[in-house]
């Protein structure tokens, strides 16, 4: 595994894997793995020859006042995993690597990056994307890989990438959970004990929806009592949204004949959380 800290290196891993005829796989990180980030690399070479998995914790995809110097780093720790799951380059560039100074290019995708996330994180949208389109400029992967858990955000890039005319393929993997529900993500070290306990009312409330919906109950707003009630019995983490949208253009939905996307977020201590299932067309 070869580690590549400048853009010129991992163009030049790139070129080479071209010549030789291998399909390029890309798993955009922020680091602080765990097993959802390592089911993502597990797909990409289960689908591509070659597999490069990026660590680059983007400043612009965060606020003013949120977690970007506290974001928890541990380099070491994931080199060693990626070592083990036989991954064949690591891009960990620094934030002058990729933004150098006067840079002022932003990318948006308008119409859905002020929705859900992105109507709590002004900008928040325009962060990822921005990095992603430069991650795929740079990389010019084949695939890329994404978790399910970030559905808004894998929406705005297939959307980004439609638009764009970028040609790769985005691969978007079920979400990974703790044994006990909890939607794995890197924030989730944020938690204290009682925390992660607390943590889980996110998934009941999803499960709450979901447990209606297959009950024959398809009236949006009946779902959406069902499961804002979960947060009521667990005052100690403030709801920020629970809504039902359609996946692909992420608005509300009056009905659920075409199916929807049931996502949450909401703060636990001072980590912020989100989750979501998807209910199935009805017939």
Not at 88 to 105: K, L
Not at 256 to 281: K, M, Q, T, Y
Request: with cysteine; glycine share 6%; net charge neutral.
């Amino acid at each position: 595994m070869k580690i590549c800290n400048s853009i010129a290196d991992i163009r030049v891993a790139r070129r080479a894997a071209r010549t030789d005829g291998k399909t390029v796989g890309l798993v955009p990180t922020m680091g602080a793995l765990h097993d959802g980030h390592l089911v993502l690399v597990r797909a990409a070479k289960a689908q591509c020859n070659l597999v490069m998995v990026s660590i680059f914790v983007n400043p612009l995809q965060f606020g003013p006042s949120e977690d970007l110097a506290k974001y928890p780093r541990d380099f070491e720790r994931d080199r060693e995993l990626l070592q083990q799951e036989g991954v064949d380059f690591i891009f960990a560039p620094s934030v002058d690597e990729m933004y150098p100074v006067g840079a002022v290019t932003y990318v948006t995708v308008e119409g859905l990056s002020d929705k859900l996330c992105g109507r709590s994180r002004p900008g928040h949208f325009r962060g990822v994307t921005t990095i992603v389109s430069k991650l795929f400029n740079i990389v010019e992967p084949d695939k890329a890989f994404f978790g399910q858990k970030d559905a808004a955000q894998s929406t705005i890039i297939r959307r980004m990438v439609r638009d764009l005319n970028i040609p790769v393929q985005i691969v978007v993997c079920p979400i990974v959970r703790e044994a006990d529900g909890l939607a794995m993500s890197s924030r989730n070290a944020y938690l204290d004990a009682q925390q992660r306990k607390s943590a889980l009312v996110l998934y009941r409330s999803l499960i709450a929806a979901q447990e209606r919906f297959n009950l024959g109950e398809h009236r949006v707003h009946a779902l959406i009592e069902a499961g804002k009630q979960a947060f009521v019995q667990e005052p100690s983490v403030r709801l920020d949204y629970f809504e039902i949208v359609d996946p692909d253009t992420l608005d509300p939905v009056d009905n659920l004949s075409r199916g929807g996307l049931v996502a949450v977020a909401g703060f636990v201590g001072n980590a912020r959380l989100i989750d979501n299932i998807v209910l199935a067309r009805t017939a």
